[in-house]
């Protein structure tokens, strides 16, 4: 749900440069729509590289335009419009709807859930409905969602989201040998470090460390049912999208994208700005600005 808002409002807080034209009308923003199905109090966006943008724009009865500088205002056709003229419309209409967001998650700790007496909690954290939270710490601004389980050990940062029925911490599937050829626990002392502004996807989980932490970098975001196992190290500002598994003692350098459904072996190296497609499994390193596609792993194109 977002809050009605006043144009110049949201525009105030705006940090990027943009140029805005036609009407100086202060519009009321009621609604996010997508551009074919905005009414007049809407605000939409248009990706620079559509067909016809400029026809689309024309067409949309949305009156608040975000997009991009290559859009000519038709002051005949559509006077009653204002387009936000931006370098990049999504990020600029990500930001602005984001503002207008009413705040569905309160501070405060579900009365269904239980959190340890020595758990280090931020005052502004919201924990929902049947929770664990052990003795961890989590920072300012984060939220735990409905069903989730964090155990001893795990630090977050600010602002990150937990959504519902994560698991963070568990014991990795570290094994040894016994004499008789049967298997008995590694033993499991590091934890899990979550960095600010990570956001983890429902239904997944994330082991802590056997001797060495576990760590997400900063800004990282990781969609729903995806593994990662004990002593992964994962950079800043990736992209784990939905039901990809990272095995054991893995690294993943900064700003990687990893696709739907990617299969990680264990103790190899993701170099920084790779890509790894949709299916792929991962069996050896892949070094900076590569891609791995299937079995394959070839320099990614400009």
């Known amino acids: ?10 525009l105030t807080s705006l940090s990027e440069e943009y140029e805005r034209v036609g009407s100086s009308e202060n519009h009321r923003i009621e609604q996010v729509c997508s551009i074919e199905q905005a009414t007049s ?15 689309v724009i024309e067409d949309t009865l949305a009156q608040v335009v975000i997009c991009d500088r290559e859009i000519e205002w038709n002051g005949t056709v559509q006077p009653e419009k204002t387009l936000i003229k931006v370098e990049d419309p999504k990020r600029v209409f990500t930001r602005l709807v984001r503002q207008m967001m009413s705040g569905a ?4 700790i579900h009365a269904t859930s239980t959190v340890h007496p020595e758990a ?7 924990i929902g409905p049947h929770c664990y939270v052990g003795k961890c710490v989590i920072g300012e601004g984060s939220q735990i969602h409905g069903n989730s389980f964090i155990y001893d050990g795990v630090q977050l940062g600010k602002e990150v989201v937990i959504e519902a029925s994560v698991v963070l911490g568990a014991e990795g599937f570290g094994l040894a040998n016994t004499e008789e050829g049967g298997w008995e626990r590694f033993p499991h ?3 899990l470090v979550i960095g600010d502004r990570v956001e983890v996807g429902a239904g997944s989980t994330i082991d802590r460390g056997a001797i060495q932490d576990t760590s997400i970098g900063e800004g990282t975001k990781i969609s ?20 990809v598994s990272i095995a054991g003692s893995t690294v993943v350098g ?35 600005h590569y891609q791995a596609i299937g079995r394959k792993i070839t320099p990614k194109t400009s």
């Open 254 to 288: 900064d700003f990687v994208w990893i696709s739907p459904g990617v299969t990680i072996l264990n103790k190899v190296r993701i170099g920084n700005h790779a890509f790894v497609a949709i299916g792929a499994t991962v069996t050896q390193s892949i070094p900076d």
């Open 41 to 55: 109090n809407s605000i939409v966006w248009c990706h620079p590289s559509r067909p016809e943008k400029a026809k």
């Open 1 to 10: 749900m977002i809050t009605p808002s006043l144009l110049n409002d949201i």
């Open 105 to 108: 998650y309160a501070p405060g």
């Open 189 to 191: 002392l590091g934890g």
């Open 120 to 126: 280090d909690i931020h005052a502004s954290v919201h």
């Open 224 to 243: 729903k049912q995806v593994h990662i196992s004990h002593n992964v190290q994962v950079g800043k500002h990736c992209l784990i999208t939905g039901g």
